[in-house]
């Protein structure tokens, strides 16, 4: 499940190293503060989206991605 509809959060980024669920990355906005009110000091939120996990409260990101996220493949070619 996620913390926000489809429309307010940005990408599914990966996937969780611990239960294998996708990794939403959401834009700290209010509707996100109001549901996660840590994310209040935050630009960017990554959770998990297995509500039964342990990282489905999420966290804040800044440069790094935390390491119970494993990144989705890049694709090599992108198409414009």
Not at 11 to 33: F, K, S
Not at 50 to 64: I, L, M, R
Request: charged share 20%; proline share 6%.
């Amino acid at each position: 499940m996620q913390l926000l509809s489809k429309e307010d959060f940005h990408a599914v980024v990966g996937t969780c190293r611990d239960c294998g669920a996708e990794v939403a990355h959401y834009v700290c906005n209010d509707g996100l503060i109001a549901a996660r009110p840590a994310a209040a000091e935050w630009d960017w939120w990554l959770a998990c989206t297995n509500e039964a996990c342990a990282h489905h409260q999420g966290e804040g990101v800044f440069q790094d991605y935390p390491a119970w996220l494993v990144p989705a493949p890049r694709d090599a070619s992108p198409t414009i």
